[in-house]
C-alpha cells in the first residue's frame, strides 16, 4: 500500500518548535518532489514549504519564511519540516504531499496542491499558552 504518514505535530507554546516528520511506505521518495501544506479551521488549504526532488531547491511561503525549514532525507525515505518560532496563527493541520516527475518550480509546486499523487492524514499542530 502506497502512503505518506505524517507525525510530530501537537501542542505547543508560542515561541516553540515541533519537527513534523513524513514517512513514504510502498515507495521511495528519491523521485518526488515534496510539499508541505497546511489548513486551519474556516481557512483554504496553504502550501506552506516544498522541496524539489533533483536539486533539493526549497520554497516557503512568506508567513514562514526564517522559521520554517524542510528537509528531507531519501535514505530514511522520509521528509521533515522543522517549524520554529511558532505563534498562534500557525495552527493548523498539517499535510504532506508528494509528487512524481514535476516539471513545477519549487513556488509553483506550492501554489498547486491538485498537482500531487500522494497525501498523507494529517497532523494537528496547536500553537496556545
Known amino acids: 500500500q502506497l502512503q505518506l504518514v505524517e507525525s510530530g505535530g501537537g501542542l505547543v507554546q508560542p515561541g516553540g518548535s515541533l519537527r513534523l516528520s513524513c514517512a513514504a511506505s510502498?515507495?521511495?521518495?528519491?523521485?518526488?518532489?515534496i510539499g508541505w501544506f497546511r489548513q486551519a479551521p474556516g481557512k483554504g488549504r496553504e502550501g506552506v514549504s516544498c522541496?524539489?526532488?533533483?536539486?533539493?531547491?526549497?520554497y516557503y511561503a512568506d508567513s514562514v519564511k526564517g522559521r520554517f525549514t524542510i528537509s528531507r532525507d531519501n535514505a530514511k525515505n522520509t521528509v521533515y519540516l522543522q517549524m520554529n518560532s511558532l505563534k498562534p496563527e500557525d495552527t493548523a493541520v498539517y499535510y504532506c504531499?508528494?509528487?512524481?516527475?514535476?516539471?513545477?518550480?519549487?513556488?509553483?509546486?506550492?501554489?498547486?496542491?491538485?498537482?500531487?499523487?500522494?497525501w498523507g492524514q494529517g497532523t494537528q499542530v496547536t500553537v496556545s499558552s
Open positions: 504531499a508528494a509528487v512524481l516527475f514535476t516539471a513545477m518550480g519549487v513556488q509553483a509546486m506550492c501554489a498547486a496542491s491538485s498537482e500531487y499523487d500522494y
Open positions: 510502498g515507495f521511495t521518495l528519491d523521485y518526488y518532489a
Open positions: 522541496i524539489s526532488s533533483s536539486d533539493g531547491s526549497t
